[in-house]
């Protein structure tokens, strides 16, 4: 088996554009990949990483503000009453109205 830290890191330094942290991010993904190639236990331990993070899917944020079961807007929850920015507040009122209105236009023009 090869020496997987002899010159190879030398070589591979990354161009002088970058930023510090860019630098870092790209030298760091390099060995990642170097080390998925020669490294069977890091490949099964990688592999293993990626199908966890698809299972759990992404995160539903929680929302701060309180519905009703008809899905229409109550108010901010008291946890985040101080938390909530007046912008935060009119876009949840503007989204509701427009759901609620939208929903009775629909029904309307379904029942002539």
Do not use: C, W
């Not at 030298?27 to 990688?46: S, W």
């Not at 539903?60 to 935060?88: I, R």
């Amino acid at each position: 088996m090869t020496d997987l830290f002899e010159t190879q890191e030398l070589e591979s330094t990354p161009p002088k554009d970058l930023s510090p942290a860019e630098q870092i991010a790209k030298l760091r993904e390099e060995a990642a990949n170097r080390l998925y190639q020669h490294d069977p236990v890091i490949r099964e331990k990688m592999d293993a990483e990626r199908m966890v993070a698809q299972s759990k899917g992404t995160p539903q944020a929680e929302s701060k503000f309180l519905y009703d079961e008809q899905g229409n807007l109550l108010g901010v929850k008291p946890e985040f009453k101080h938390k909530v920015s007046a912008y935060e507040q009119m876009k949840a009122i503007r989204e509701n109205t427009m759901r609620k209105y939208n929903q009775q236009a629909n029904n309307v023009f379904e029942e002539e």
